[in-house]
Nanobody, 125 residues
């Protein structure tokens, strides 16, 4: 059974940092891409970042480029999202998702097959 769990969210002031983690089980981590998505109240879920665990290539949404960094540790079956210089508009529930490689649309919700429960990130002024 495929399982994904995101954690590490919390309340942080604008300009601060958080690191999210996503633990995975039930599949061979190296053959998958892990994506991070977020959904703010009243908005659609959007892609934030993606990493291909096979070669560690990454993708980022324009809104987070230069501020967020995605990484993964294949030995630990865990992906991370380091979020720096957080803004109020980063407030959302963050989800991690997985799809068997290759991933054609790495920042699109429909491109991923497995989803974990989200973790809330709240950025305050």
């Amino acid at each position: 059974e495929v399982q994904l769990q995101a954690f590490g969210g919390g309340l942080v002031q604008a300009g601060g940092s958080l690191r999210l983690s996503c633990t995975a089980s039930g599949f061979f981590f190296d053959d998958y891409a892990i994506g991070w998505f977020r959904q703010a109240p009243g908005k659609e879920r959007e892609g934030v970042s993606c990493i291909r665990n096979s070669d560690k290539t990454t993708e980022y949404a324009d809104s987070v480029k230069g501020r967020f960094t995605i990484s993964s540790d294949n030995a630990k079956n865990t992906a991370y999202l380091q979020m720096n210089s957080l803004k109020l508009e980063d407030t959302a529930v963050y989800y991690c998702a997985a799809v068997n490689l290759p991933v054609e649309d790495p920042l699109e919700v429909y491109g991923f097959d497995y989803w974990g429960k989200g973790t809330q990130v709240t950025v305050s002024s």
